[in-house]
């Protein structure tokens, strides 16, 4: 029965840091990757819209919520010089975009993806596909891991089974199930970076794009706002700056808190209008009610916006007149704190399928921060998105579980 140096349990991008570190540390022989599905590294495929994001310039532990003090050790080991060297060792070439965001040269996600497995597959390092482990139990001489046919023994384990978002990739609460099982708590998991359903639906919005600032509201104050591309779907909102203030939003609707204290009621409010002060925006909704006095009001943004919208933000105005020309000054008024402020109402929804990340997992509480090791069971680390780290969109999430898988490797002796 063979037994190795390190077992590493899930073949993401955690997983892939930590196995060619523990092949470079103990030779590829000694290593082995039990992965559950028939492939490694499938979400990394698709990260990024398949260009793979895969860090970002910017790098500072404001990008990251959670156990702060597990981001700051990974960040403090494995900034983005780190991640360059550590890709250029494996032949891949990076580049960043003028906002800092880096991706491999290629574009693809695939040349990531092959330049590690090519270093696996050259330092000797195993892959057991189809290995979903059943039981895992610790003694003094290390551990067994047990799928429903196979048994495999390691001094030391790394767990990278990454967490709930887009489970359809593979990755799933399993691995934290299996930790639960050894006595390792985790914090309850919830959607991050992910559309948001809401109450409202304007059916007729669905595929329209429009500039603006999405800002989050907890009981009257703003908790966040991130300007860019809101796009209108008929369940809600998506795009970049939306999926950025859906944290919040998402910890909210599952447990009524938001940062773990108590709210009462969280409102989302869109400003389709960022470069235009109320004044102005009235300015222009005055001479609009002039060139289109005879189109019916649901036109009169409509040289400004999608005519869709205009028709939704009349709608929203509650304003009943049949023709621009009847607006007056109140209704224009009115109507500009409503372009300024359009609310939306989020509603509870399962987003684990659409979100890009979990939050919540394993915390200091049960790891050493410095180390990635269980503070119950020596010999296991735990890395990746099962950590209660995640990050901002950007490439702070892809980011953190090369570093971590990185670390936790480093620290096996
Ligand atoms: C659509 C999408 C786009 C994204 N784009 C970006 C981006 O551009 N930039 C960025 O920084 N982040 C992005 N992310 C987030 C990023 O992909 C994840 O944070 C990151 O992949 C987490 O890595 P991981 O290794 O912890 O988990 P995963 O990559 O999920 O890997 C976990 C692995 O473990 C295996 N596994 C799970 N359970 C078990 C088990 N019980 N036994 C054995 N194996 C198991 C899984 O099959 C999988 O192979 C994106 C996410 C999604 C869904």
């Known amino acids: 029965m063979k037994s ?14 930590a196995a060619v570190t523990c092949s470079k540390k103990f030779g590829g022989k000694n290593i082995i990757i039990l992965e559950k599905q028939q492939k490694i590294g499938r979400k990394l495929l698709a990260t990024g819209n398949g260009r793979c994001n895969i860090s970002n310039l910017n790098m500072d532990i404001t990008h990251y919520h959670g156990d702060q003090r597990i981001a700051q050790s990974v960040l403090s080991l494995f900034g983005t010089k780190n991640l360059k060297r550590f890709f250029s060792g494996l032949g891949l070439l990076l580049r960043d975009d003028p906002e800092g965001r880096m991706y491999p040269y290629s574009n693809q996600a695939i040349t990531v993806l092959e330049c590690i497995k090519n270093n696996l597959e050259k330092s000797g390092a195993e892959i057991r596909y189809e290995f979903l482990p059943k039981a895992i139990r610790s003694d003094s001489k290390g551990f067994t ?6 048994t495999v023994y390691a001094d030391s384990v790394i767990f990278s ?3 709930k978002a887009s489970s359809s990739l593979g990755s799933d609460e399993s691995g934290i199930k299996l930790l639960k099982k050894m006595g390792i708590r985790s914090a309850p998991l919830f959607p991050a970076l992910s559309p948001v359903e809401t109450s409202e639906r304007y059916k007729y919005l669905k595929g329209v794009r429009s500039k603006g600032i999405v800002s989050v509201i907890t009981d009257g104050k703003e908790i966040i706002s991130k300007c860019g591309e809101i796009q209108f779907s008929d369940k809600g909102l998506s795009g970049i700056c939306v999926f950025e203030c859906s944290r919040p939003v998402n910890e909210y609707l599952c447990f009524g808190t938001v940062g773990g204290k108590k709210t009462n009621r969280l409102d989302i409010s869109l400003d389709i209008f960022p470069e235009l002060k109320n004044d102005a925006l009235c300015k222009y909704l005055r001479s609009c009610r002039g060139y289109f006095a005879d189109l019916p009001v649901s036109m009169i943004l409509s040289g400004a916006i999608n005519k869709k919208l205009s028709e939704a933000l009349i709608c929203f105005s509650g304003i009943r007149k049949s023709r621009c020309g009847d607006l007056n000054e109140n209704d224009i008024i009115h109507l500009a704190d409503c372009a300024k402020n359009f609310i939306f109402t989020p509603k509870k929804a399962e987003q684990f399928g659409s979100a890009q990340v ?3 997992g394993i915390g200091s509480d049960e790891i050493d921060p410095d180390s990635l090791m269980s503070k119950k069971i020596k010999n296991l680390y735990v890395c990746g998105e099962m950590l209660n ?14 570093g971590s898988g990185i670390l936790a490797a480093n620290n096996i002796k």
């Open 4 to 17: 190795y140096k390190v077992a590493i349990i899930g073949g993401g991008a955690a997983g892939m840091a």
């Open 145 to 150: 891991i047990q799928s429903d046919s196979d």
């Open 161 to 163: 089974c990454g967490s």
């Open 358 to 360: 979990s939050a919540g």
């Open 389 to 402: 780290v995640d990050g901002d969109c950007g490439g702070y999430n892809l980011h953190f579980a090369f």
